[in-house]
């Protein structure tokens, strides 16, 4: 059997996707999911939006969209899994036991909490004016998502490498301190889609909501009809040829044409095209290869129930994973149940006390002596005579370590020695067979038990 690839990516629902979104991460994740060798795991990180976002409306609302773009986008769920991170109750779980671990030296140096210190210390606030635990912790929340399953993959945007990185460093410190030589997890590589396009914003700079310069996705044909109208290209009127290497306009276009459509806008526009024509032909290719879609997802965001009902079977799917792999991590940083535990070395002692026991007792002239009796009360040894309780209790405690029994026989009994000097004597018996018996269940009884 060949081992699939683990790819794990997880998209923050704090906004509504754009066309943006769609082109740099959605459509390249669907269609990496229905590569044969990729085993997927995509997900609402739905416990980072709550870092960003404390209006629920806006919370609810951004998964719903988010789901319902994927799943229009023509996610298969059930070739990938598919879930929302706040239905796995083991992640915040991980969370905690990667928590215990990270270095907090480590997190001091993660960008996107340095990036709100600097803010402050330059407006003259106190460093960590605003800044959240949850902020801070970001990242091992993060750990917690990839290392949970554990992902081979984890495609991201550059901002995220810096992430993905301390991922393993918390994952192989865990490794280190709990893992007794077996790894745990394993270590997640971020994947950077170089050939993927960053699509420019109606201004030119990179489409993003934080410039308000994006073409919504799936809201309906007239946004994305206005949003178009709306980009940015230069004064040249129609009849004069227009520049297709240095338009955003035909950036857009070329990420959704094919290389024969690309070459027809091309010449189109070297030959004078006019910008509105251009405009229209932008949004002819865009509603032609979205309008499905867009169809799709109004009928999923109109039956949110039915999205519930899929991505609990995601969360399902995801559990199944999470939980059993929960359970051992639990085990290893000493989170066990007691009953097991508790018992092990009760039973452990009662065994070894049946096995054999040593009694000690006091001559009359002030000597101590023990025996040794095997689990039926028979007795093995009789020890010698030692001065005082201590130096009978070194011999006992060295009979039971485990070292190798120097037994003398002398005619029908023997004798058990160390350090040059006999310690203790067997009983006298009938005949050989008999000793060599009692010497062979002797050896038993001063065999430590294993632990
Ligand atoms: N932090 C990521 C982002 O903002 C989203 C995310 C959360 C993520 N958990 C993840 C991405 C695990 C990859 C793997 O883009």
């Known amino acids: 059997m060949t081992t699939r690839t683990r790819i794990l990516t997880g998209i923050t629902t704090t906004g509504t996707p754009h066309l943006g979104n769609y082109a740099g991460a959605i459509r390249p994740a669907i269609l990496a999911s229905q590569d044969a060798n990729a085993d997927s795991f995509y997900f609402l990180a739905d416990y980072h939006a709550l870092i960003k976002c404390d209006d629920p409306q806006r919370i609810q609302r951004s998964r719903m969209e988010i789901a319902a773009t994927w799943l229009a986008g023509g996610l298969d769920v059930n070739r990938v899994t598919f879930y929302r991170q706040s239905d796995i109750p083991e992640i915040p779980e991980l969370t905690w036991l990667l928590t215990c ?6 997190l001091n140096r993660a960008h996107a909490y340095k990036a709100s210190v600097d803010k402050n210390v330059e407006t003259g ?7 959240t635990m949850g902020l801070y912790s970001y990242p091992v929340l993060m750990a917690a998502d990839i290392l949970m399953f554990n992902a081979h993959k984890v495609p991201v945007g550059r901002d995220q490498i810096q992430h993905v990185e301390m991922a393993r460093d918390i994952g192989q410190r865990f490794n280190h301190l709990f893992g007794n030589g077996k790894e745990f997890f394993t270590m997640p590589e971020a994947l950077i889609e170089e050939s993927v396009a960053t699509l420019p914003g109606l201004d030119g700079r990179k489409m993003s909501k934080s410039y308000d310069n994006t073409i919504p996705l799936f809201t309906s044909a007239k946004d994305m009809k206005d949003a178009i109208s709306r980009i940015v290209t230069d004064s040249r009127a129609p009849g004069e040829a227009k520049d297709p290497d240095n338009s955003h306009l035909f950036t857009l276009y070329q990420a959704f044409a094919s290389k024969a459509q ?3 806008f091309r010449a189109e526009l070297l030959q004078g095209l006019g910008w509105g024509e251009a405009k229209s032909r932008l949004f002819q290719l865009l509603d032609g290869q979205l309008g499905e879609a867009r169809e799709r997802y109004h009928q999923l965001m109109s039956r949110p129930s039915d999205m519930e009902d899929l991505l609990l079977v995601g969360a399902k799917k995801a559990r199944a994973v999470a939980a059993p792999f929960l359970a051992e991590l639990r085990e290893a940083v000493g989170l066990r149940s007691f009953v097991n535990q508790a018992a092990a070395p009760v039973a452990a002692k009662k065994k070894a006390a049946k096995a054999a026991r040593f009694v000690s007792f006091r001559e009359d002239d002030g000597s101590f002596r023990f025996r040794l009796l ?17 130096a009978a209790g070194v011999v006992t405690k060295q009979l039971q370590s485990g070292d190798a029994l120097d037994v003398r026989t002398e005619a029908l009994g023997f004798s058990v020695w160390l350090d040059g000097s006999a310690v203790a004597d067997s009983a006298e ?15 038993v009884a001063l065999t430590p038990l294993e632990d």
Do not use: M, N, T, Y
């Open 101 to 106: 671990v990270a270095a907090k030296g480590l």
């Open 125 to 131: 606030e106190d460093p960590d004016a605003g800044i």
């Open 262 to 264: 690309e070459e027809e």
């Open 374 to 390: 095997a689990a039926d009360g028979e007795q093995l040894l009789l020890s010698r005579h030692f001065a005082d309780g201590k």
């Open 429 to 443: 018996f009938a005949d050989e067979a008999s000793r060599d018996a009692a010497i062979e269940a002797l050896r």
